[in-house]
């Protein structure tokens, strides 16, 4: 099957998203490969973008998550039409037959003053803990759950094989100036690497848990195993966290006990749609380097 070859022209950008510059050639493109393929439906037609754009994640799988957010967008500007949705079908959620490593006994409190904070162990969770960390988030984060959109990984704490804490970690926000400024970064320059950047989405010691300086030994031990698991999923490394925390809620004492580097308050804007609001609470802005000379590999210097 023939498929839309698309090129980057001569002519000025119109658009850009992440690190994809488009032009007028590339949305002719677009509207060529949509009227030929105009029975395929919006599930299936990023995959055929991707594939007509060579458009692949770090790991070599397809980004159809991104460019299915680039073609919505697109499609709220008026530059192409997607094709109609489709009737969803009923679908039966299949959950697992034996009960999974994240739930544990409900009110089951752990609180121990004098425990030993070196029996702690963090690693990525399993493909069947996935419904677990969900349902989790879910319950008793203040956040909720939203599913997250590119790289992402997700974590489990055990203080003697009990469950005490769970982590989320995913792409960093696209506009953080304390950011920018702190690594040194131009715009050419944050567009190419803002992938070695990782954001901490999630952080939850579960509410009946009770341990002096468990939320930063946590942190601690998961920041030391997270450019290795990092590289390991998606085939690069990360060199910088970063986490943003509501002041009105929380202090980040946490983060400053793990010798996180509080770089100011943001402006207060907050992402709704593609649109930013200037509504929302400031945030305070921490970030750790994952190496010692992170913001040279940041600004490509090493």
Not at 57 to 72: I, K, Y
Not at 230 to 235: C, D, N, T
Not at 248 to 272: E, P, V
Request: proline content about 6%.
């Amino acid at each position: 099957m023939e498929r839309a070859t698309l090129r980057q022209s001569e002519s000025a950008v119109l658009w850009r998203y992440r690190n994809r510059e488009i032009r007028a050639a590339d949305l002719a493109a677009l509207r060529a490969l949509l009227a030929q393929h105009s029975e395929v439906g919006r599930k299936a037609f990023p995959r055929l973008v991707c594939e007509a754009w060579d458009w692949r994640q770090a790991n070599g799988a397809w980004s159809e998550c991104a460019c299915r957010d680039l073609l919505l967008r697109l499609e709220e500007r008026g530059e192409i039409v997607l094709p109609v949705r489709r009737p969803a079908r009923p679908r039966r959620r299949h959950l697992p037959l034996r009960p999974i490593d994240l739930v544990p006994l409900i009110g089951l409190e752990v609180c121990d003053p004098q425990a030993d904070l070196s029996q702690i162990e963090v690693r990525p969770i399993a493909a069947e803990e996935r419904l677990g960390w969900r349902l989790f988030m879910a319950r008793y984060h203040y956040l909720g759950y939203r599913p997250p959109i590119g790289e992402y990984l997700l974590y489990a704490a055990f203080l003697d094989e009990e469950l005490v804490a769970l982590l989320g970690w995913a792409a960093a926000a696209l506009h953080a100036p304390l950011r920018e400024r702190y690594i040194g970064w131009d715009q050419p320059t944050k567009r190419r690497r803002l992938h070695l950047v990782v954001n901490n989405v999630r952080f939850l010691v579960l509410p009946w848990v009770r341990v002096k300086n468990l939320a930063s030994k946590v942190l601690a031990l998961t920041v030391r195993r997270l450019s290795a698991d990092w590289e390991q999923a998606y085939g690069h490394p990360v060199h910088l966290a970063e986490t943003f925390v509501d002041t009105a809620r929380f202090r980040g004492t946490c983060y400053r006990a793990a010798n996180w580097r509080y770089l100011g308050q943001t402006a207060g804007r907050s992402k709704q749609g593609n649109a930013y609001l200037h509504t929302a609470t400031p945030k305070a802005l921490y970030v750790y380097p994952l190496a010692g000379d992170a913001r040279q590999r940041l600004c490509g210097s090493r």
